[in-house]
Structures are given as structure tokens and as C-alpha cells.
């Protein structure tokens, strides 16, 4: 198989190779790395995938992408390593399941990239010299998903930023009790602030002497892994033929990126619905043509979604003919109609999540976090005006025991809290303070790691 090249959403930058794009992590014009063209799976292979463990289907879909940079035993052992626990497709009735993504180490979803990730990391910087810095911005699961994936890797320093006030106590401990190689940043902002820190970072000439990449969903690294579980659910639930609507809370919408690109593979996706919570900038756009940022975001009840300009939205329009910059300026405007036939959005505000939360539980006994509320909701909507006979898959992304404080309220008990979670309560934290101003984190870099 052929190596891959990758190129930037922003047209203005040469194509590089998988290990270029990993270590870069933002494309120098500013945009984000896709794959020129996207492997099609051939025939009958999804089905041979149906009975397969989830090591098994994430070595075949990413061993599409990472041809020519990490050999296939290589690879296959990555998947042992990186998936060593439960991926459950809990049946709700005879047509809906979740499936829930929160059983990784930090009952997130994004234990799925952030493991492969550190260890593709691991493998490319294994003989180098000097520390590869990884900034992340977070808004809430990515920071500790990422600290946790590398943790004690050698030759890499992380730096996540988050804002306090928008983190649960349980989100920041994930963050701030491991120490290391792992450095917390509270930042007095909201996530917006904390994501424009790290871009402009990564364009500052002055701190060319400190080797800087990410792992925040602008890396590549972190939207390929986001592919397996679509296909996993696909071939578990319709032998990889049948077709599948997904329901995917969406902030930051990398994680609706694995489902779209998923898609584009040949898995077969009748409708990615895209559910978010207030910060509606793309519900709005697939309606009227026009972006708009939302500038401050709002804060709101599922905080990992409280974006107001997701970066991966670039990729979205991409895929679709068009371009939209780092910016948030539309230089370009894609396929809207193509763009609506596979795509369908809608928001909800915290009232109706909290609602959604308790008729979950009332009527299926189902046990929803925020951001898998608003999922559900999206995936109820959906299905009321677009009835169909397809599978459907709401994508739960963090572990309900994240939140117990809204949890209890709601249903009247607290979720049980599993291991990874309950094994950060009494570790003391560690943390920076800065405020949303680049000059002071330019100093705390250049302090730091120069």
C-alpha cells in the first residue's frame, strides 16, 4: 500500500507525509491536515470485520492511513494496547443503541485517539533528541485524555489550558494530579481563549527553538482513531450493510469528523446527526449558508461542546468543496446541498438537556451524561421528522459519574464512580494560573521548555 500524503484545509502548504503531519500538528498556513483522498474499504471487507475484537477493527481502518509509517505488526500491536477495554453498543429497543465511548482510562471518549496517539508519539520520537512540547487546549474530557495517553512518554512535555470555571472538580483532577511530564494551565477565559493561545503559538516565529505540536483535535493523529468506532458499531449492529444513522454531540466536531470520514470510506451512513448544545453556530449555518462565530462561547451544562468556532469545521467544509480559514472566514463555500443531505444539526439548550436527562432514565432506564443527552435528543428529533428503518447510534462520550452533582440532582442518586475516576479524589493538584494573554504565555513557554 501506498504512503499517504496529508495536505492543509488552507490550500497554502505543501503535502507531508502521516509522521510530518502528526508532529506538526497545524499545517504552517494555519489550516488542518486531511488525507489526499480517502481509502475506500473494498468489498466484503466490513462485513469479515463484524465478528472481529475492536483491536482487530481499529488495525484494519487505520492501517489504511498509516501505511508506510508504522509497519503492520507495529500497528497491530499499538491496537492491543491502546484498546484494552469495553466498547459497549447498549441496546435501547429494537432500532436505537448507545454507544458508549467513556470506559477508557478517563471515562471520556477521547481515550480512543489520545492512546493511539501517545503511542504512535512513542514510536516516531523513540531515538530523538531533545522534547517534543505538546499543547492542548481543553474544554473539558481532551485534557485529561491527553495528559493520561503520555504520561511518562519519554522525550515528550505536555502543557494542557483549560478554564477553571468550566471544568468539573472531577475533569480538572484528571488534569492536575498526575504531574511529570504533565503540566495543567488554568487559564482565565473561557476555551476559545485557551485555543487561540495554542494557535498562536504554533505561528510565533520567536519560539522556533521549542519543537511544539498538539494534541487537541486539530492533530491528525487524533481524527483518524475517531474513525474505528463508527465502523465498529456499523459492522457489529448491521454486518457493516445495513445502514446506520449516528447521532453525535458535537462541539469541537472532531469527533463527527471519524463519522463523515467513516462515511467517506464506504461505511455505509445514511444521516450523521450532529447534536449541540447551545453554541449553535453550525445548526445555524447548514440552515442559512452563512458562519457566524459565537464570540464569547457560551457556557453551558455540557461543557466540552461550549465552542464557539470549532477548528475541525474547517475539515467539514473541506470535505465538501469549500474553505473555511482558521479565522472563521468562509473563503470558499462548499456543497451546501450535498452538505445537508449527509449532515442534519440541531441544538439544545441546558433546560431541554436536563429534561432529556431524566425522560432517558423515566422511560429506558438509560443513564445519560450532559453531552449524551444532548446526543439522544438530537437522535429523537431526528427520527420524529425522518422516520426510517436504518440502525441508530447515539454516541455517548463521557461516563455519566463525571458529573454526580447533576446526575443526582436530576435522578435522585449519584452514578457509581469506576476505578479511573475514583483513583484521582485524593491525589494533591498542581496547577498554573495565567491570565487569557499571550504575552504571558509566551514567557511561561519560552520559561519553561526553551
Not at 183 to 210: H, I, P, Y
Not at 247 to 257: A, E, H, I, R
Request: charged share 25%.
Amino acid at each position: 500500500m501506498e504512503q499517504m500524503s496529508y495536505a492543509s484545509t488552507n490550500r497554502q502548504a505543501p503535502e507531508v507525509t502521516l509522521a510530518e503531519a502528526l508532529l506538526r500538528g497545524q499545517a504552517p498556513d494555519r489550516g488542518l491536515y486531511l488525507p489526499v483522498g480517502i481509502p475506500r474499504f473494498a468489498p466484503g471487507e466490513l462485513a469479515s470485520l463484524s465478528d472481529k475484537p475492536y483491536p482487530e477493527v481499529a488495525a484494519a481502518v487505520l492501517g489504511k492511513f498509516t501505511a508506510g509509517t508504522f509497519a503492520p505488526d507495529e500497528l497491530d500491536a499499538m491496537c492491543r494496547s491502546a484498546y484494552d477495554y469495553e466498547v459497549p453498543l447498549e441496546r435501547v429497543d429494537d432500532r436505537r443503541h448507545v454507544m458508549r465511548l467513556d470506559r477508557g482510562p478517563t471515562a471520556s471518549f477521547k481515550d480512543f485517539a489520545g492512546r493511539m496517539m501517545g503511542r504512535m508519539f512513542g514510536a516516531l520520537r523513540r531515538n530523538a533528541a531533545g522534547r517534543l512540547v505538546i499543547l492542548t487546549a481543553t474544554s473539558g474530557d481532551t485534557g485529561s485524555a491527553v495528559a493520561h495517553a503520555f504520561y511518562r512518554i519519554p522525550n515528550v512535555e505536555v502543557m494542557v489550558l483549560f478554564p477553571p470555571a468550566e471544568v468539573s472538580a472531577r475533569q480538572r483532577k484528571q488534569m492536575t494530579t498526575l504531574g511529570g511530564n504533565i503540566t495543567a494551565v488554568g487559564v482565565d477565559g473561557k476555551f476559545d481563549d485557551c485555543q487561540a493561545l495554542v494557535k498562536q503559538a504554533f505561528a510565533d516565529e520567536s519560539l522556533r527553538g521549542v519543537e511544539l505540536t498538539s494534541a487537541n483535535s486539530i492533530n491528525i493523529g487524533r481524527l483518524l482513531p475517531q474513525i474505528v468506532y463508527y465502523v465498529y458499531a456499523a459492522v457489529r449492529l448491521g454486518g457493516g450493510v445495513a445502514p446506520v444513522v449516528f447521532s453525535v454531540p458535537s462541539g469541537n466536531f472532531g469527533d463527527m469528523m471519524g463519522a463523515l470520514l467513516a462515511s467517506r470510506m464506504g461505511l455505509p451512513v445514511e444521516r450523521i446527526v450532529v447534536a449541540t448544545n447551545a453554541n449553535d453556530e453550525v445548526p445555524r449555518f447548514l440552515q442559512t449558508g452563512e458562519y457566524h462565530k459565537i464570540v464569547p462561547s457560551k457556557s453551558c451544562l455540557s461543557n466540552a461542546m461550549n465552542v464557539g468556532h470549532p477548528s475541525n469545521f474547517a475539515r467539514v467544509i473541506a470535505l465538501f468543496g469549500g474553505w473555511l480559514d482558521e479565522a472563521g472566514t468562509l473563503r470558499q463555500a462548499p456543497d451546501m446541498g450535498r452538505l445537508r443531505q449527509e449532515i442534519w444539526a440541531t441544538s439544545a439548550g441546558d433546560e431541554e438537556t436536563r429534561a432529556t436527562i431524566q425522560r432517558a432514565w423515566r422511560e429506558h432506564k438509560l443513564l445519560l451524561e450532559p453531552h449524551g443527552a444532548v446526543g439522544w435528543l438530537g437522535l429523537e428529533r431526528y427520527l420524529r421528522e425522518h422516520p426510517t428503518v436504518a440502525v441508530a447510534v447515539s454516541v455517548e462520550t463521557a461516563h455519566p459519574a463525571k458529573f454526580p452533582e447533576e446526575v443526582e440532582r436530576l435522578l435522585g442518586f449519584a452514578p457509581e464512580v469506576p476505578e479511573s475516576l475514583a483513583a484521582v479524589e485524593a491525589k494533591p493538584e498542581e496547577c498554573l494560573r495565567l491570565p487569557a494573554d499571550y504575552d504571558e504565555f509566551r514567557k511561561l513557554l519560552l520559561d519553561k521548555y526553551s
